[in-house]
C-alpha cells in the first residue's frame, strides 16, 4: 500500500511533465495556409471521385461479364 501512495505523486509529476512538453511543442507547429487546405482538399476529393467511379465501373462490368458466362 506504501508504494501505490508513492508512485502517485511521480505520476502526477509525469503527467505535469508531459504537458508542459505538449505545451512547449504546441507552439513550434507551423499551420498550412487556408488556401493550400482548400486546394489539397479538393485535390483529394476529386481522387475518391475518380477512384470510386473506376471500382464501379469495373464492378458493373464483372456483374455483366459473368451475367452473360453464368446465364443468371
Same mark, same amino acid.
Given at each position: 500500500?506504501? %508504494?501505490?501512495?508513492?508512485?502517485?505523486? *511521480?505520476? !502526477?509529476? %509525469?503527467?505535469? =511533465?508531459?504537458?508542459?512538453? !505538449? =505545451?512547449? *511543442?504546441?507552439?513550434?507547429?507551423?499551420?498550412?495556409?487556408? *488556401?493550400?487546405?482548400?486546394? +489539397?482538399?479538393?485535390?483529394?476529393?476529386?481522387? !475518391? /471521385?475518380?477512384?470510386? /467511379?473506376?471500382?464501379?465501373?469495373?464492378?458493373?462490368?464483372?456483374?455483366? /461479364?459473368?451475367? +452473360?458466362?453464368?446465364? /443468371?
Amino acid at each position: 500500500m506504501s %508504494n501505490e501512495i508513492e508512485k502517485q505523486p *511521480e505520476a !502526477v509529476s %509525469n503527467l505535469k =511533465k508531459y504537458f508542459k512538453g !505538449v =505545451k512547449s *511543442e504546441w507552439g513550434k507547429i507551423t499551420w498550412p495556409m487556408r *488556401e493550400l487546405v482548400i486546394a +489539397d482538399t479538393c485535390v483529394v476529393l476529386v481522387v !475518391v /471521385l475518380i477512384i470510386t /467511379l473506376f471500382v464501379y465501373a469495373v464492378d458493373k462490368s464483372f456483374i455483366w /461479364l459473368f451475367k +452473360d458466362i453464368l446465364h /443468371l
